[in-house]
């Protein structure tokens, strides 16, 4: 029998014709020092961020990375961002992938068109790029959400009618921010 998928594995292959975030107009030259993040989007815990690529719009990575994400219906959001040491990253492109479309847990190698924050394509000349990657959702022992031995055993009184109902709560997702901070981000402490 099949464990459940706990991961997706990424392969992180490379990306193409990245935009120029660090222009010489001396040299009327540019490039960017793209680095790229993979997350489940709503969650915080599922997160991987690659080594930069310095002044490159073509980067090479070869990249291995393994994302926790157990349900079908999450999404994989990767970013292709421009590392600043001291201004902070600047945006470069996205894609999104759902986890659905991994389900028969084939390998699947793609290259990806990357967009703006909202989802539209650039036409050419000057278009977001592409990122190459290779993906495949899996059972990751260490990833996998483990069901306490109390759920998985058999109930023991199986035969004497139900007078409890037993209530595993596994995670909250998109919850309303009740807490706002000064930037304008927030966020809750459910209860």
């Not at 999450?74 to 040491?85: G, I, P």
């Not at 990806?112 to 990122?131: E, H, M, V």
């Not at 993906?135 to 004497?160: G, T, Y």
Request: hydrophobic content about 35%; glycine content about 6%.
């Amino acid at each position: 029998r099949k464990r459940p998928p706990s991961a997706v594995q990424v392969f992180l292959v490379g990306a193409s014709d990245l935009p120029m975030m660090d222009y010489d107009w001396l040299r009327r030259t540019g490039s960017s020092d793209p680095c790229v993040t993979f997350e489940i989007e709503g969650r915080d815990d599922a997160k991987q961020t690659s080594e930069v690529m310095f002044q490159t719009v073509n980067p090479q990575w070869g990249a291995y990375f393994t994302v926790a994400c157990d349900d079908p219906e999450e999404t994989l959001k990767v970013t292709v961002e421009d590392y600043d040491r001291f201004s902070g990253n600047d945006f470069m492109g996205t894609c999104l992938i759902d986890v659905k479309t991994l389900a028969d847990r084939e390998l699947h190698r793609a290259t990806y068109y990357l967009t703006d924050a909202k989802g539209k394509l650039r036409r050419k000349p000057r278009t977001w790029g592409t990122i190459e990657l290779c993906l495949r959702w899996v059972h990751d022992a260490e990833l996998a959400f483990q069901i306490p031995r109390e759920l998985s055993s058999k109930e023991p009184h199986a035969k004497n009618p139900a007078n409890a109902l037993v209530v595993m709560l596994i995670r909250g997702r998109n919850l309303p921010v009740a807490d706002r901070s000064l930037t304008g981000k927030g966020s809750s402490d459910p209860m």
